[in-house]
């Protein structure tokens, strides 16, 4: 499991996104003007790489069902 790539890339995917949530929240706790719409992009960003994931876990899951 360890060995497959795909599954990597959804391990490393999934600490991306945590990554994303931890500086939008930091962001977030600043507070102001500026921090709002720093922290409202990183969340957009945030957004996109779960879908990113999402898909990845749906393709791992689908070929492990398959036998691929």
Known sequence: MLTDPLFIAVIVGCIIVSLILARG???MGRGGMDGA???NKMMQYRI???LIV????????ALRKTGG
């Open 25 to 27: 929240i930091s962001l």
């Open 37 to 39: 719409k720093k922290s």
């Open 48 to 50: 996109g790489a779960q």
């Open 54 to 61: 999402v898909v990845l876990v749906v393709i791992y899951v």
